[in-house]
């Protein structure tokens, strides 16, 4: 089994790349936003390897961290969603922007990767929803806070806000952070016409 590969990058097709370990050359399957964040050939590269093994194939995925793999693994656990398909979702959707968009109850954020459809995007925010605080990583801090506004727990005056900032053009996720910031920021306890004037107030910033 494989778990990490050092080496330097050989070769970067359109969804793998190639990593020479002293010599031997391995394939990498990776997101796009991975190979993206990769450097050209020649360059050191440290890549956490999922290793798949099947009858007629061995197949490496490559993330650039452990909480990208831990994800790409999660994903698979909901029905209809496969090692492409996740790949897909981490191409979309950084570690963070997925714990936001799950915790937030975004199905159409996850819908934007290709091969996600509606009922698998439903699938993954609902199936996931109780996992993807314990792998927000960035998004840690608030992430609390976004789940009481995805399962409509969160006080009206907070809810109204961010239905507010969302219907000026803002993602949820960024009106959330902006409302968020607001209560920590003095508005603890205000009416949704002071949250949103302290929120906008942050997104201006």
Sequence with gaps: MIGKLKGTIDEIGDDHVVVDVHGVCYVAYCSTRTLSRLGSAGEAVVLFIETYVREDQIR????LSALEREWFN??????GVGAKVALAVLSTLTPSELANAIALQDKVVVSR??????????????ELRNKAPAFAGEASASIGFKQELGEGVASAPVADAVS????????RDQAANAVAAALKNGGEGGDSAKLIRLGLRELSR
């Design 60 to 63: 490496l995925f490559g993330f």
């Design 74 to 79: 999660l994903l698979q656990s909901v029905q």
């Design 113 to 126: 990767a290709p091969g996600v459809g509606p009922k698998v995007a439903v699938r993954i925010v609902t």
């Design 164 to 171: 507010a900032l969302t219907n000026l053009g803002y993602s």
